[in-house]
C-alpha cells in the first residue's frame, strides 16, 4: 500500500548530573514500518543508577489514494465541423475518483469496434484518425497529483469527412497505484457533417422550356438541397413543403424537380 509519514524524526537526546550521557531507548526504532493511522513512540533516558525518564511524539501515516480512472462515457459523440480547411480534434474524457493523491499515467489503446450501426465506418487509426500524441500502439495520459480529469485527444485525419464512424478507445496499464474503474472502454461516434451542398449544371436550355430534375440528388453528407446553374447563372429555387418539389419561377426558364 502506498502511504505517506508525518512526524518528528527518531532522535533525542538527554544529560545527566552524574552519569553525564544516559543511555536513550525508542519503543520503535528508526527504520521500522509505521501502520496506517497514528502511532506514539515512547523515548526513555536511563542513567546508571537506573533512574529513567521519558518523553514521546506521534507519528502519523496517512493511506495514498491514486484514485480510480474511468471514461466519462462509454458511448461519447463528437460532430466535426466540415469545410474549415482545418483538421478537427476530439478530446475524449477521463476521469479520476476516489482519490488524486500523486502523479498517475494511464495507457488509452485504440481499436475498431467490433460491430457498428447500420450506415456507419468503422474508423481506422492512421487512415481516419490518429492520437494527437501517440502512436497506433496507444497513447499515454498523465494525471499530476491533485488532478482529476484528463483527456486522451483524438485528431480527425481530414477537414472534410465524407462518412460517419466510430472508433474503439480502451483504458490500461495504469501506473502510480490507480485502478481502472467502469467504463474502461469508450467507442467514439463520430457524426460527419458535410455543409457544401451539391451543384447541378443544365446545359443551354431553350426559352421557355421546362427541364425536369429526376432520380436522387444527394451529397455523401446527406444533404438534399440543390443549387441550379444555367448558362453559369444561379437560378432561385423554392421548396414545395408539401410536394418536396423545387420550382424556380423566373422567366424564360422553368426549373422543376423533386429532392429524393
Same mark, same amino acid.
Given at each position: 500500500?502506498? #502511504?505517506?509519514?508525518?512526524?518528528?524524526?527518531?532522535?533525542?537526546?538527554?544529560? !545527566?548530573?552524574? +552519569?553525564?550521557?544516559?543511555?536513550?531507548?525508542?519503543?520503535?526504532e528508526s527504520g521500522e514500518v509505521?501502520?496506517?493511522?497514528?502511532?506514539?513512540?515512547?523515548? $526513555?533516558? $536511563? !542513567?546508571?543508577?537506573?533512574?529513567?525518564?521519558?518523553?514521546?511524539?506521534?507519528?502519523?501515516? /496517512? #493511506?495514498?489514494?491514486?484514485? @480510480?480512472?474511468?471514461?466519462?462515457?462509454? $458511448?461519447?459523440?463528437?460532430?466535426?465541423?466540415?469545410?474549415?480547411? #482545418? &483538421?478537427?480534434?476530439?478530446?475524449?474524457?477521463?476521469?479520476? %475518483?476516489?482519490?488524486? %493523491?500523486?502523479?498517475? +499515467?494511464?495507457?488509452?489503446?485504440?481499436?475498431?469496434?467490433?460491430?457498428?450501426?447500420?450506415?456507419?465506418?468503422?474508423?481506422?487509426?492512421?487512415?481516419?484518425?490518429?492520437?494527437?500524441?501517440?502512436? =497506433?500502439?496507444?497513447?499515454?495520459? %498523465?494525471?499530476?497529483?491533485? /488532478?482529476?480529469?484528463?483527456?486522451? !485527444?483524438?485528431?480527425?485525419?481530414?477537414?472534410? &469527412?465524407t462518412k460517419k464512424g466510430q472508433?474503439?478507445? @480502451?483504458? +490500461?496499464?495504469?501506473?502510480?497505484?490507480?485502478?481502472?474503474? %467502469?467504463?474502461?472502454?469508450?467507442?467514439? +461516434?463520430?457524426?460527419?457533417?458535410?455543409?457544401?451542398?451539391?451543384?447541378?449544371?443544365?446545359?443551354?436550355?431553350?426559352?421557355?422550356?421546362?427541364?425536369?430534375? @429526376?432520380?436522387? =440528388?444527394?451529397?455523401?453528407?446527406?444533404?438534399?438541397?440543390?443549387?441550379?446553374?444555367?448558362?453559369?447563372?444561379?437560378?432561385?429555387?423554392?421548396?414545395?413543403?408539401?410536394?418536396?418539389?423545387?420550382?424556380?419561377?423566373?422567366?424564360?426558364?422553368?426549373? &422543376?424537380?423533386?429532392? #429524393?
Amino acid at each position: 500500500m502506498l #502511504a505517506r509519514s508525518r512526524g518528528r524524526p527518531a532522535a533525542g537526546s538527554a544529560t !545527566d548530573v552524574v +552519569t553525564g550521557s544516559p543511555a536513550i531507548t525508542y519503543s520503535k526504532e528508526s527504520g521500522e514500518v509505521f501502520p496506517i493511522g497514528e502511532t506514539t513512540v515512547t523515548i $526513555t533516558a $536511563t !542513567d546508571a543508577a537506573g533512574n529513567t525518564a521519558t518523553g514521546s511524539f506521534t507519528v502519523t501515516v /496517512q #493511506a495514498l489514494q491514486p484514485g @480510480t480512472l474511468a471514461f466519462v462515457s462509454g $458511448t461519447p459523440t463528437a460532430n466535426p465541423v466540415n469545410g474549415s480547411g #482545418a &483538421l478537427n480534434t476530439v478530446p475524449v474524457l477521463i476521469t479520476r %475518483s476516489g482519490g488524486t %493523491s500523486g502523479a498517475i +499515467t494511464v495507457q488509452v489503446v485504440p481499436s475498431q469496434p467490433a460491430t457498428t450501426p447500420s450506415g456507419f465506418a468503422k474508423y481506422v487509426y492512421g487512415t481516419d484518425y490518429q492520437f494527437v500524441s501517440g502512436t =497506433v500502439a496507444g497513447s499515454t495520459v %498523465s494525471f499530476a497529483d491533485g /488532478q482529476a480529469s484528463a483527456t486522451v !485527444d483524438v485528431l480527425l485525419k481530414t477537414p472534410v &469527412l465524407t462518412k460517419k464512424g466510430q472508433l474503439k478507445l @480502451t483504458l +490500461t496499464s495504469t501506473t502510480g497505484g490507480a485502478a481502472i474503474g %467502469s467504463p474502461a472502454a469508450a467507442t467514439l +461516434t463520430i457524426n460527419a457533417r458535410d455543409t457544401v451542398a451539391p451543384t447541378l449544371v443544365l446545359n443551354t436550355p431553350v426559352a421557355g422550356a421546362t427541364f425536369d430534375i @429526376t432520380g436522387t =440528388v444527394k451529397d455523401a453528407g446527406g444533404l438534399a438541397s440543390l443549387t441550379v446553374k444555367v448558362n453559369g447563372a444561379t437560378l432561385p429555387l423554392t421548396v414545395d413543403p408539401v410536394t418536396g418539389y423545387v420550382a424556380n419561377a423566373i422567366a424564360p426558364y422553368s426549373v &422543376l424537380g423533386a429532392i #429524393a
